[in-house]
């Protein structure tokens, strides 16, 4: 069985300081990779995700991640956090093996102080 | 039109009403989700529907129904609840075609209901 851990419930940065947020998996088989973001009273959108090609993938905004095999990580990382940023992110995994189940993670909350 | 839209915005009911969940989009997905998050909570998936058919059902009781009248619209009835099934409850679509799995999903704004 699949299953994600967010290693931080919360992580505070000044603006404009650089932004780590962790995650880790677990699966048996391979799979695909997400970031999504949950602004206040708001669904969920896609920040960015690893299918396949290139380990480094990047969103619009600044965000980029790197999915590790060899560490089962998918890091979110930006170098400047900006006041906007300061959301709930949840990484998430699917199986290769198909199917439509997505198992999030419970989450961070990121905080950006003046 | 990359939105999904959900209503009501906020429902309050008694235990023993029964009240629905509409959930609409218009992108063309033919596959749409049902998910209920509580306070600092990730969403964990409760139904879904592929080409209008239940595909998944994680164990959910059956005071939750879900109901898919069309390709566009997601439904979810809701009988005799508990106080402990006040959540947000979150609709999402996604392509539904091919390896459903890399599907990026289109979440909803969500339901905020308090069972009283």
């Known amino acids: 069985a699949q299953s994600v851990t967010q290693l931080d419930s919360q992580v505070p940065v000044f603006e404009e300081a650089p932004v780590e947020l962790r995650c880790n998996y677990s699966?048996?088989?391979?799979?695909?990779l997400f970031w999504y973001v949950q602004y206040p009273n708001q669904g969920l959108q896609l920040l960015l995700k690893?299918?396949?090609?290139?380990?480094l993938v990047e969103s619009i905004n600044g965000f980029e991640a790197e999915f590790k095999k060899s560490e089962t990580s998918f890091h979110l990382t930006k170098p400047s956090a900006h006041m906007s940023d300061a959301a709930e992110y949840f990484c998430?995994?699917?199986?290769?093996?198909?199917?439509?189940?997505?198992?999030f993670g419970a989450g961070t909350r990121l905080f950006v102080k003046a | 039109d990359t939105e999904v839209t959900q209503t009501p915005k906020h429902l309050v009911m008694g235990m023993t009403n029964k009240k629905s969940l509409k959930c609409e989009q218009h992108?063309?997905?033919?596959?749409m989700y049902w998910y209920k998050q509580k306070a600092k909570k990730p969403p964990e998936l409760m139904f879904v529907?592929?080409?209008?058919?239940?595909?998944i059902n994680e164990s959910v009781p059956s005071r939750f129904s879900p109901e898919c009248p069309n390709s566009s619209l997601l439904n979810l009835h809701l009988h005799a609840l508990q106080p402990e099934d006040s959540a947000l409850y979150l609709c999402?679509?996604?392509?539904?075609?091919?390896?459903?799995?890399?599907?990026?999903?289109?979440f909803g704004p969500g339901t905020r209901l308090t069972v009283l």
């Open positions: 998430a995994v699917s199986e290769h093996t198909g199917g439509f189940k997505t198992i």
């Open positions: 529907y592929s080409y209008e058919k239940l595909s």
């Open positions: 992108m063309g997905h033919r596959a």
């Open positions: 699966s048996s088989v391979s799979v695909y």
């Open positions: 999402a679509s996604s392509q539904g075609s091919g390896a459903f799995s890399t599907d990026t999903q289109y």
């Open positions: 690893y299918l396949s090609g290139s380990t």
